[in-house]
């Protein structure tokens, strides 16, 4: 099983590890697309005061975010540290990577796959600084970061996948970067978290159940192989799973997971 997740707008700090090596991050095939975004980010961020400002213009960072520019700038050596420490937020909080025993673990390890605008996709052993750069932004030389990261992505997403399941959990702006297409489409499944009285999708918890939803998985050591199969899986641990519309050979399922209380 694959699970793809969103990454964080907030994050960690890098940490005093060593720095990166881009030839160290898993999916290899995405290297060269990696150090393209790399250099141009570096590069735009380490300017003089009015080129900063552009940068925070580009990135869509507040006034009071305007230190993570100088961070950017600093990412080639930064302390790196793994992108399951670095990522934060609802999600993250929920999974609590941290706490999981050592086989829960290493399942993350193998099966955790973490999208970015920066490194296109990370497993969450990886070591990467902190860094701030989202799949929305349009760099003045690269264009959309989405677009960008489609090419390289349509060889080494399959790969990675192999011919398991394919959980995605992402959101909008990060499954542009990536469409399962195919064969792999069918053993694929999105969820949508929506409150059970009103059918009505949530936004916050939305964030937080996934986040349960993948901890619950690893910490039970399930390993569905199919849509159908984690369907099951899902219910057997107690969450209220509909299918709102069953996959094909070439279409990915759809699940609701229905929750009762918002918090």
């Known amino acids: 099983m694959l699970v793809l997740l969103p990454p964080s707008e907030g994050k960690a700090s890098s940490g005093r590890g060593a720095p990166l090596k881009l030839e160290s991050l898993s999916l290899p095939g995405l290297t060269a697309a990696r150090e393209a975004v790399l250099g141009e980010l570096v590069e735009l961020c380490a300017g003089d005061p009015d080129q900063n400002e552009k940068a925070r213009e580009v ?6 975010l305007r230190g993570e520019v100088a961070k950017n700038a600093g990412l080639r050596t930064a302390g790196a540290r793994p992108a399951g420490e670095i990522y934060t937020g ?11 025993d050592p086989a829960a673990k290493k399942r993350a390890r193998r099966s955790l796959l973490v999208f970015s605008g920066l490194w296109g996709a990370v497993r969450v052993s990886d070591r990467i600084p902190s860094y701030r750069c989202s799949m929305g932004v349009r760099l003045p030389g ?4 989405g677009a960008h990261w489609r090419t390289p ?9 192999g011919d398991g399941l394919v959980l995605d959990l992402r959101s909008a702006a ?4 990536w469409k399962p297409k195919g064969e792999i489409a069918g053993r694929t499944a999105t969820v949508r978290v929506l409150h059970a009285p009103t059918r009505k999708v949530v936004s916050h918890f939305n964030k937080a159940t996934k986040g349960r939803i993948v901890r619950s998985l690893l910490a039970a050591g399930t390993a569905p192989a199919s849509p159908a199969e984690l369907v099951e899986a899902l219910r057997d641990l107690g969450y209220e799973v509909e299918v709102a519309a069953a996959g094909t050979d070439r279409k990915a399922w759809a699940l609701d997971v229905l929750v009762t209380e918002i918090h």
Do not use: F
Request: cysteine-free; charged content about 10%.
């Open 59 to 64: 990135l869509g960072l507040s006034e009071g």
């Open 90 to 100: 609802v999600l993250y909080d929920a999974l609590d990577l941290a706490s999981l």
């Open 142 to 145: 690269l264009g959309a970061l």
């Open 153 to 161: 992505m349509a060889s080494a997403l399959p790969e990675a996948a």
């Open 174 to 177: 990060y499954a542009a970067a």
